[in-house]
């Protein structure tokens, strides 16, 4: 018989391409969502452990991959059920965008992922020059596969509140899409960078102050209780555990620390 627990509240956040700030609005949530109280399980679309170990940071429990194309769709569905039971929340960050997968098709997608655990999509757009086109971009992710739910949007850097009042607005119009926040424009890079990208947490000493940064940035424009609100209620079970014995004792180590990341 499986084991039912209470309902955990689940979204998607997604983006329209690498670099939208899908990052910077998944630690965010998580982080400030845990300082409401909420047990928050984060796990990342795909392989990546960079931003994993920044959601693990965030959400004071570990991140958990889950990859379509080197996860069997059970698996996917065993471990998301597995790690997301008991939780309040849980929060999968995808990669690259929405769509975008290994074949014209879009096959292994964040949209797969989300079809596969039936979720809804928090969508991140990246705003920089440009106004009522935002709207055109919401608009085409929703037609280009229906079966998608895009459930909110959020709008990163904004420059003003008239640019953040138009994309708004435009996005309401012609989507019907609530925003559900925004990200400021902010003059230095939120994460800190290097030469291949964001530099893992554990390399980085003001880690904390960074997660500390983007909640209070969540707090402050972000509608956490609207996200909420548009999150997935799932019942997640207890999955039978498959039990394997060996004839010997088997020593695997695992070098994790802040000299050996990368």
Partial sequence: MA??????RTIIVAGMSGGSGKSVVSVGLIAALRNRGLQVVPFKKGPDYIDAGWMTAAAGVPCYNLDPYLMPAEVIADSFNEHGMGADVAIIEGNRGLYDGVNPEGGFSTADLALQL??????????????RTVAAQVLGCRELDKRIHIAGVILNQIATPRHERIVTQSVKLYTGIPVVGIVPRVKEDIFPMRHLGVTPHQEYRGAQHTVDRLSQLAETHFD??????????HQLEKCQQTVVTVDRKVTIGILRDAAFQF
Wanted: one cysteine or more.
């Fill in 118 to 131: 039936g979720l809804p999509v928090l969508l991140v757009v990246n705003c920089s020059k440009t106004t």
């Fill in 3 to 8: 084991e039912v627990l209470k309902t955990t």
């Fill in 224 to 233: 956490l209780d609207r996200i909420c609100d548009l999150m997935a209620e």
